[in-house]
């Protein structure tokens, strides 16, 4: 499976401010995936990071809050703008493994821990 | 009714013990099946897909009954290392073609001497 990294692996951020997560993959995927994980609960769709395009979110999330840039098949960005303390969360990227074909299998970077005062 | 749906647990077992785990989805079109394991503070790593005549990984064992929308995973002869939590996973298919992973809350397990 695909190597990922992400950077910042954890980060206190002030309320107001902005911080842009960076996905690097060893190898070139077609999907990636932005997650989020808050505090005791399970890991929720942000948004589908598609290449050349805008990003598709999922309810609840927008692109003006969460915007995300996928400039290549291995590289990609999270930003999480105008922070406030309930943005405090683990932030995940995933990639979906080509040779699964449809079985759609993802593979997790090791995560990016926000907590935002 | 939640999408996935998983007993929380936790579930403190004695090493060597046998456990399982449920899980139950409401999206009949679902396709594909996982389980995966996250450690603390860690972020989860696919342990087994499940197949749909159910199948095995040296220990562990996955089983789909798609009639009753229901996915267990059964483990054997307990380590202390398989301490962690255990998240059910569904594709989860939508109108227009579109699909994605829907994740269960998790269960704990808790493995002890």
């Known amino acids: 499976s695909a190597v990922i990294s992400q950077k910042p692996s954890r980060d206190i951020c002030q309320r107001g401010t902005s911080l842009t997560i960076q996905c690097q993959v060893d190898?070139?995927?077609?999907?990636m995936f932005w997650y989020r994980q808050q505090p005791g609960q399970s890991l929720t769709l942000i948004a589908t990071a598609n290449q050349g395009s805008e990003a598709t979110y999922e309810s609840g999330f927008v692109i003006d809050k969460f915007p995300i840039s996928r400039p290549n098949l291995t590289f990609s960005t999270l930003t999480v703008s105008n922070m406030s303390p309930e943005d405090s969360s683990i932030y995940l990227c995933?990639?979906?493994?080509?040779?699964?074909?449809?079985?759609?299998?993802?593979?997790f970077g090791p995560g990016t821990r926000l907590t935002v005062t | 009714r939640k999408e996935v749906e998983q007993d929380p647990g936790p579930f403190n077992v004695p090493e060597g013990a046998t456990v399982a785990f449920n899980c139950t989805y409401s999206n009949s079109a679902s396709q594909s099946f996982f389980w995966y394991r996250q450690d603390c503070r860690k972020e989860p790593k696919l342990l087994m897909s499940v197949y749909s005549s159910g199948n095995e990984d040296g220990r562990f064992t996955a089983q789909l009954n798609r009639a009753s929308q229901y996915i267990s995973l059964l483990i054997r002869d307990s380590k202390l290392s398989d301490s962690a939590t255990y998240l059910c996973v569904v594709n989860a298919m939508f109108s227009g073609g579109y699909n994605k992973l829907i994740f269960g809350a998790g269960t704990r397990l808790a493995v002890h001497p």
């Open positions: 190898s070139q995927v077609t999907m």
């Open positions: 995933s990639v979906e493994d080509g040779l699964a074909g449809v079985r759609s299998e993802q593979y």
